[in-house]
């Protein structure tokens, strides 16, 4: 039982120290996702393009957004019907949101080569050995993971 604990408590330690890099570099690719799209958004002179390798189309929706609050908004309109028809219409309002979609993919039968990935690693700032070494690892995850799931379209929401 002893040993047993200890290889959880060992394992804990191992995942925390491999998530906290992780982590990190995770927060900088999302952050860098919406500033390339919007970049890529704003050199568009129509909204799609067709390049030999890749491909990139903006679409533009209005989306009803939920609110939680809606129960002590009922409320309020209960109690206060005149001032709840007003409140009401300025959520309604609200709630119409336009979202701009930026989608993308790669041409079918075209890949990623090698120093695509690492041009993106030492624009974030590793050297050029630091990211080769994980290039590999992540070429090699990614590799695993996109085996149990189709490899689809994908999007960033930029406005």
Not at 19 to 46: A, H, N, T, V, W
Not at 53 to 67: G, I, P, S
Not at 76 to 87: K, R, S, V
């Amino acid at each position: 039982m002893t040993n047993n604990l200890e290889r959880q408590i060992i394992n804990l330690v191992a995942t925390d120290r491999l998530y906290k890099p992780s982590s990190s570099f995770d927060g900088k690719l999302e952050r860098s996702r919406p500033k390339i799209g919007r970049s890529i958004y704003e050199s568009l002179s129509r909204n799609k393009f067709q390049g030999e390798r890749a491909y990139v189309r903006v679409e533009k929706d209005n989306e009803r957004k939920a609110k939680d609050i809606r129960a002590g908004i009922q409320e309020f309109a209960e109690e206060f019907p005149q001032y709840g028809t007003i409140l009401n219409g300025m959520i309604e309002k609200q709630r119409v949101k336009k979202e701009t979609h930026l989608y993308f993919g790669m041409q079918d039968g075209r890949r990623l080569t090698n120093d695509d990935y690492l041009s993106v690693l030492e624009d974030m700032g590793l050297g050029p050995v630091t990211a080769q070494k994980y290039s590999d690892v992540a070429l090699d995850i990614s590799r695993n993971l996109s085996k149990k799931r189709e490899e689809t379209e994908r999007s960033v929401l930029i406005g």
